[in-house]
């Protein structure tokens, strides 16, 4: 039904920049929200932004300041702009969409297959 293409993670030293992108594809008549998440092993998935389909933002805390947000919906793509990273912000990164499918009037919740992040000296 839906497929999603992550990518931009990848080894940086603390202090530099990534760009993460996911782009969805398939049987699409609209996306909602869009987001992005993290998950450290053992621990629960952390969320940490979305956007809305008119691009309103909100963001964790912890990230506020150093990671951006942004969608471009006639591609179905939605990127995260990271500065600053830490070590502390390694983890694999998942997006997360809000997908309407063609013939369906339900807006069904879906994931991208996770990129890892490492932010290491």
């Known amino acids: 039904q839906v497929q999603f293409v992550e990518s931009g993670g990848g080894l940086v030293q603390p202090g530099e920049s990534l760009r993460l992108s996911c782009a969805a594809s398939?049987?699409?008549?609209?996306?909602?929200?869009m987001g992005w998440y993290r998950q450290i092993p053992g621990k629960q998935r952390e969320w940490l932004a979305i956007?809305?389909?008119?691009?309103?933002?909100s963001y964790v805390d912890s990230v506020k300041g150093r990671f951006t947000i942004s969608r471009d919906n006639a591609k179905n793509t939605v990127y995260l702009q990271m500065n600053s990273l830490k070590p502390e912000d390694t983890a694999v990164y998942y997006c997360?969409?809000?997908?309407?499918?063609?013939?369906?009037?339900?807006?069904?919740?879906?994931w991208g297959q996770g990129t890892q992040v490492t932010v290491a000296s």
């Open positions: 956007i809305t389909r008119v691009g309103e933002t």
């Open positions: 398939g049987s699409i008549f609209g996306i909602e929200n």
């Open positions: 997360n969409a809000e997908i309407r499918l063609r013939g369906s009037r339900i807006v069904t919740n879906f």
